[in-house]
């Protein structure tokens, strides 16, 4: 996590560089904190990610399930076009939520 | 089969970046695109994945290796571990096609490496280890 700040649109978790098998679990245990103060709405900016593996792909996943099981939504904004690449192919792309 | 360059790192997971940089300049000086540069460096960051979580189970003194060469027009990615046998038919496919809240989440990683590359092949031997050959194929010709 690079920063988090509050907006019109809700809560907003900047990413950036590379989410791996070695920082996704870190990642988690950052967005578990975040649900608890925010399960409204919850934005996470991929514009500065560089690289997703399928261990962040999951942390996204139960992100979005949390907040959904609390009646709030996920959007995920601004991903690099490599990114949105991986997302299409597990169909990803049709079960987030985009700004 | 042409010039193999290698690197060895300990199975620890904060090495996955510094394989992910050694794959991606050895596949951008083979000629693959900025797409497939990308596309090798997951597909091969997940199969290690594999390597220092399954096959070793988390242990972080286990040896990745990672071999990259030229085969023809195929940039070729070989990892081998030392770790737990691993029979790729036992993990479960992903599900793709269930409602997000009924997804199962496993098996993503295989499916990457499947999708990403032309070719992925398993073997395992009590010599040689785990070994995963990958291949992916130049779009055009060009000099290593």
């Not at chain 1, 959007?75 to 792309?93: E, Q, V, W, Y």
């Not at chain 2, 081998?80 to 993503?108: A, M």
Request: hydrophobic share 40%; with cysteine.
């Amino acid at each position: 996590m690079n920063g988090a700040q509050e907006n019109g649109q809700g809560f907003a978790l900047t990413l950036s560089g590379r989410i791996d098998a070695s920082n996704a679990p870190k990642l988690e245990q950052d967005l578990l904190a975040l649900h608890a103060q925010h399960p409204d709405t919850l934005i996470i900016d991929l514009s500065d990610v560089t690289y997703i593996s399928s261990s962040g792909l999951r942390v996204l996943l139960m992100a979005h399930r949390r907040q959904q099981h609390s009646g709030g939504q996920l959007f995920l904004r601004n991903p690099a076009p490599k990114i949105m690449h991986i997302m299409t192919l597990c169909g990803f792309d049709q079960v987030f939520a985009f700004l | 089969m042409g010039v193999e360059y290698e690197i060895c790192v300990t199975s620890q997971l904060s090495n996955l970046s510094e394989i992910a940089d050694f794959v991606s300049d050895r596949a951008a000086l083979t000629g693959l695109d900025e797409r497939q540069v990308f596309e090798v460096q997951m597909a091969t960051d997940e199969a290690c994945t594999n390597s220092m979580e399954h096959a070793y189970e988390g242990r972080e003194d286990g040896e990745v290796r990672v071999c990259c060469y030229l085969e023809g027009n195929d940039f070729v990615v070989r990892i081998t571990d030392f770790g737990r046998p691993f029979d790729p038919n036992n993990v479960p496919k992903p599900d793709l096609v269930s409602p997000l809240e009924e997804r199962q989440i496993g098996g993503l990683g295989i499916f990457f490496m499947r999708e990403l590359m032309d070719s992925v092949e398993f073997s395992s031997d009590p010599v040689a280890g785990n070994q995963v050959i990958m291949r992916k194929r130049r779009r055009k010709a060009a000099t290593a």
